[in-house]
């Protein structure tokens, strides 16, 4: 009962201070409804008019990925020249324990579905600024806990795009070029091959894409190693990467 004295008082003497009232309750309770509230100060009247569905705008900053190589020691053999590896997409999720089959996946760079990205991992670049710098892409803004990469595999399929410059030839995407020449295909992942960056290998655990931000996300190589399989399957790799971002970068 005291409630509605109190409601009472408000809309006969603060007509103003009830229409603020009704705006965040509208605000704080996730109502996806939009409404037309119409205040009449010399009767105290406050009326609802013209209800309608709604949502609010979803807001996007940009995100330009970018892959770092260098410089980096691993257990390699000494005989190997080249490692290639044919990268076809980049997403992100908010959920650190988000899985493949998981929702909330974001495409970070988008035209690698039609245009992959081939990168030898032996490359050395003294350069301060990556050659493998994509475009920026509009992303939810959001805070980012996990990332994931995604591999070509060797067998062609209809669905991924082939490369102009196949530096692996016939044999498919990934592979290893050896001293005297000879290539070799490698394994890259699992099946299908996927490379995930935990939180645990995101500085801070996370990154955040402000809404109208401009963001660059460094993707850096940071250790790898080669498995020897029997005879008769090819070698696996298994290359870790971390990620955080970092300030604009403006190749000459």
Known sequence: MRYFRYFDVL??????????????????TGCNTCIGIVSNPPSGVVTVTNPSACSMPATKGNLRPRINLSPLLAAIPS???????TLRGIQANPDPSADDDSPGWVELAPGL??????????????????????????VPADVYRQIRLQISPNEPTTDHSVLEQNACGEIGF???????????????????????????????????????????????????????????????????????????????
């Open 79 to 85: 005989t190997v020249r080249h490692i290639f590896v």
């Open 11 to 28: 809309r006969r003497d603060f007509p103003g201070v009830l229409l603020v009232c009704a705006l965040l309750c509208l605000l704080f």
């Open 174 to 252: 990934n592979c290893m070029v050896t001293q005297d020449g000879g290539v070799q295909p490698i394994k890259v992942g699992r099946s299908p091959a996927v490379i995930h960056i935990t939180s645990a290998q995101i500085a801070d655990g996370f990154f955040s894409v402000p809404p109208d931000g401009d963001k660059d996300l460094e993707i850096a190589l940071s250790g790898y190693s080669l498995l020897s399989l029997p005879a008769n399957q090819a070698p696996e790799l298994v290359p870790a990467f971390t990620a955080a971002l970092a300030p604009p970068c403006n190749p000459r």
């Open 113 to 138: 579905a039609h245009k992959p990205l081939q990168f030898d991992l032996l490359a050395r670049s003294e350069e301060s600024c990556p050659l493998d710098l994509l475009d920026a892409t509009a």
